[in-house]
T-cell receptor
Framework: KNQVEQSPQSLIILEGKNCTLQ??????????LRWYKQDTGRGPVSLTI?????NTKSNGRYTATLDADTKQSSLHITASQLSDSASYIC??????????????FGKGTKLSVIP | DSGVTQTPKHLITATGQRVTLRCSPR?????VYWYQQSLDQGLQFLIQ???????AKGNILERFSAQQFPDLHSELNLSSLELGDSALYFC???????????????FGPGTRLTVL
């Protein structure tokens, strides 16, 4: 069964500090991996998309890394801001030759940035 | 604003009742996806429609059904509601079949369903 596990479940950091969120997956074969940011009560918003051949992808202060061999990804947030407080969701998309994809979502890491 | 609209924003109903959630995709998007997010749980994929046809099915209960109309808007019908159905229901849309690299899913603001 395809699974996506994220850690930690929750994290509290001081404004201005860096942090790294982890994602381990068992999805195979693998098409691409995405990180989403979800503010409380809102829909998720895409941060990065990576294929299995990419090692890193940046979007401003967000940098995602991928190790397809160990099936691990991380999301690094630099110089955190109060507005970074949200849940960060790792989503893995299996490869399907049929052209229909079922995205597999992790439960997310809830990040709280405090002043 | 993602361009995906969902109505209503909030819905409070009683057990045993039936409700309909509505979603309008972004202009030009052919795929619509429905997700359920219970408290402190991850997003659970329910069902996908592409250009009016059901394309993929996830963990959708038999009491739930959906359809996509010719104008591409979609409705999710939830019947015989139970307390455990209380959740946020998200709709997302994409141009084609999300999962293909470059085909991004855009999420709506969600409908919060409370079953009392």
């Amino acid at each position: 069964k395809n699974q996506v596990e994220q850690s930690p479940q929750s994290l509290i950091i001081l404004e201005g500090k860096n942090c790294t969120l982890q994602c381990n997956y068992t999805v195979s074969p693998f098409s691409n991996l995405r990180w989403y940011k979800q503010d409380t009560g809102r829909g998720p918003v895409s941060l990065t998309i990576m294929t299995f051949s990419e090692n890193t992808k940046s979007n401003g202060r967000y940098t995602a890394t991928l190790d397809a061999d160990t099936k691990q990804s991380s999301l690094h947030i630099t110089a955190s801001q109060l507005s970074d407080s949200a849940s960060y969701i790792c989503v893995v998309i299996p490869y399907s030759g049929a052209g229909s994809y079922q995205l597999t979502f992790g439960k997310g890491t809830k990040l709280s940035v405090i002043p | 604003d993602s361009g995906v609209t969902q109505t209503p924003k909030h819905l409070i109903t009683a057990t045993g009742q039936r409700v309909t959630l509505r979603c309008s995709p972004r202009s030009g998007d052919l795929s619509v996806y429905w997700y359920q997010q219970s408290l402190d749980q991850g997003l659970q994929f329910l069902i996908q429609y592409y250009n009016g046809e059901e394309r993929a099915k996830g963990n959708i209960l038999e009491r739930f059904s959906a359809q996509q109309f010719p104008d591409l808007h979609s409705e999710l019908n939830l019947s015989s509601l139970e307390l455990g159905d209380s959740a946020l229901y998200f709709c997302a849309s994409s141009v084609g079949l999300a999962g293909v690299l470059g085909d991004e899913q855009f999420f709506g603001p969600g409908t919060r369903l409370t079953v009392l």
